[in-house]
């Protein structure tokens, strides 16, 4: 790593009464200072060139003005050329409480990949029309890069690494350069460190002079923030299912369906691991790359845009953004499309085309999106079908709790929506400690949400005994089974024709606290069709201790058998783009009776007496 060295640039036109000033007070911390006087009058020309004669400074002159971005830019490459790792740009104009350069210069080099932005205190001389200005633009700049990453985009008192910083395609030269290097540095993912730092305006007197023009640099910020907003929604379009490793990530992070687990990769029994290793009960362990293990990923302000932009246009109009997604990704997401093609060819038996690909992805997406309206509330422009439905109402009447298994086949979202719109007692379990800051967004949409999750942490007895006295209230307790997560107790039963494991958690649950259980699925069908299914799948599981194993599988293949059946009705709900399927040496191990060691040695998400 180069060596930590920083100089000081200060861009300066027309601040004849404290240019000196300000150059000498920051020779108190940084020697060597870069000077680029941008076109001034006779007056401040003249103290600049004072400051070059009496060694205070290396000055720039240009001989007509250019604007600020293009000093800047031009003091960078004079930092470069000398071999400066960080340049502390400071404005010229005397505002900023230059006590602070230590703090900053400490902090610099500490983490130097850092960019350091002064974060104004401003006091009593400060115009309320400057400061209404820099609101609007902070809400841009949030816009464009996330709330809170840059406090304040136009002050000029900050830390530049120059080498991130040279490298970046900086287009603005005059005021609106302070804006746009901030929001690229934040999108190029240098890390942005906001410091306090005082301002004072100066009277006229004391040699206060703004050179903001009204109505030119009003009119570049606004281009600006408009040709920046563009490439941030082009950004979102390309990261929105970002690359083929993170496409599942999405669906746990955005969607977070209400299943036990959902990691990216299968799970080790399907990549191949030896019949020893299974023995030894580590086909599901916990390893760094499981997602729960992972931390969060993709940026909020993605999802804020989302929810506003549907939320102003409705759903109909974004549906033209998720068919370009949809085409990108089918077009080369080798991951997604080969997950895809492998699916649909198991459903139809022959090879898939391009087109149902691309409606397979594309139905992911609208699936994903929706999700916003359900945790608004915002369903008009959905029409949504209720099929045995009826039998929860009746459940919750008789005041005994029951267990909803679903999938990730279609919206399970659809189906809790709709359960808190009937006033059922409806929480939905799932592991939210790697997504707290989309969970925090959609909380923010539906602050009511959060009354109904139960999450399931890495209190396997805690966790148990939620759901128990859930149950025992007469609550619904929704989950998935069809991902197998890192402690979770597991069989291999037919599926498509092929063995694939299906968490055994909330069957041996449900025997334990002794409740229904029922089955749930909300399927989608172009172009805004929910229906969502719900029928009684057993009264209550008996898992006797002899052939226990036996006679958990036989319930296990029986869901699977169910699931197989809403798969085929509608294909394209299937949002599983992993390879779901067990080898065909995990296939012969379970004919041979491994299956049964497999379940005995993996470990129980929750361990009781059955």
């Known amino acids: ?25 920051i020779r108190g911390h940084i020697k060597d200072i870069i000077v680029i006087d941008d076109g001034s009058a006779a007056a401040c020309r003249e103290a600049c060139s004072a400051l070059g004669r009496d060694g205070l400074a290396k000055v720039i002159r240009f001989e007509a003005n250019r604007g600020k971005g293009a000093a800047v830019r031009r003091g960078l490459v004079e930092a470069e050329k000398a071999g400066f790792s960080h340049a502390f740009q400071i404005d010229a104009d005397g505002q900023h409480d230059l006590e602070q350069i230590p703090h900053f210069l400490l902090s610099a080099k500490k983490s130097p990949i850092h960019a350091i932005l002064g974060k104004p205190i401003y006091d009593e001389t400060a115009p309320a029309l400057r400061l209404s200005a820099r609101e609007i633009t902070r809400f841009w700049v949030d816009l464009e890069v996330g709330r809170g990453v840059v406090h304040d985009a136009l002050i000029g008192f900050r830390v530049y690494p120059v080498a991130q910083t040279l490298a970046l395609p900086l287009r603005a030269n005059r005021m609106s350069f302070d804006v746009e290097v901030c929001v690229l540095l934040a999108w190029a993912g ?3 460190l906001n410091l306090p730092v005082s301002v004072r305006y100066l009277t006229t007197e004391e040699g206060g002079l703004s050179h903001f023009r009204p109505v030119m640099d009003n009119l570049r910020l606004s ?6 907003c563009t490439i941030a ?6 990261h929105w299912i970002p690359r083929p490793a993170r496409l599942e990530a999405i669906v746990m992070t955005l969607r977070e369906e209400i299943g036990v687990d959902g990691s990216s990769e299968p799970p080790p029994h399907a990549r191949n691991e030896t019949s020893d290793e299974a023995a030894k009960g580590k086909a599901i362990r916990a390893d760094e790359d499981n997602w729960l293990n992972q931390r969060e990923r993709g940026a909020v302000w993605l999802i804020r845009l989302t929810a506003f932009w549907v939320g102003v246009l409705g759903r109909k109009p974004t549906r033209v953004l998720l068919r370009a997604i949809a085409a990108y990704y089918a077009l080369f997401d080798r991951s997604a499309g080969r997950a895809s093609r492998d699916w649909l060819a198991r459903v139809h038996g022959r090879p898939a085309t391009f087109g149902q690909v691309y409606r397979h992805i594309f139905s992911f997406a609208q699936v994903t999106l929706d999700r916003l309206l359900f ?3 915002r369903t008009g422009a959905l029409d949504i079908n209720l099929t045995g439905t009826k039998a929860l109402e009746d459940q919750v009447a008789t005041g005994q709790g029951a267990f909803l298994l679903g999938a990730h086949l279609g919206s399970m979202d659809a189906m ?11 929480s939905v379990v799932g592991h939210f400690e790697n997504a707290q800051m989309i969970n925090a967004v959609l909380t923010s949409l539906n602050p ?3 009354d109904h999750v139960v999450h399931a942490g890495r209190d396997p007895i805690g966790f148990a005994l939620t759901l128990r006295d859930r149950i025992a209230e007469g609550g619904l307790i929704a989950v998935t089974v069809d991902r197998v997560g890192m402690n979770d107790k597991f069989v291999m039963v037919n599926f498509f024709g092929a063995p694939a494991a299906f968490s055994t958690g909330p ?7 002794k409740c229904p259980i029922y089955l749930v699925f909300g399927l989608y069908f172009e172009p805004n069709r929910y229906e969502l299914f719900c029928e009684r799948f057993s009264d209550r599981i008996e898992l006797p201790r002899r052939d226990r194993d036996a006679a958990l599988k036989e319930v296990v293949s029986r869901y699977a058998e169910r699931l197989e059946e809403y798969c085929r009705r509608a294909p394209d709900n299937w949002f599983n783009f992993f390879e779901f399927w067990a080898s065909r040496s995990d296939a012969t191990q379970m004919d041979r009776g491994t299956d049964g060691e497999l379940s005995a040695g993996s470990r129980l998400t929750w361990k009781g007496k059955a």
């Open 507 to 513: 069957f041996i649950l449900a025997s334990v606290l």
């Open 190 to 192: 240098v890390p942005i």
């Open 223 to 228: 281009w600006l923030h408009s040709r920046l």
């Open 448 to 450: 009511d949400l959060s």
């Open 1 to 25: 790593m180069m060596e930590f060295r920083c100089c000081a640039i200060v861009p300066t036109y027309d601040n004849p009464k404290t240019i000196r000033s300000v150059v000498e007070r």
């Open 416 to 426: 809790r929506a709709e359960g808190q719109n009937q006033k059922l007692p409806v």
């Open 233 to 238: 929604a082009i950004r979102w379009c390309l």
């Open 375 to 377: 945790v608004r509330g």
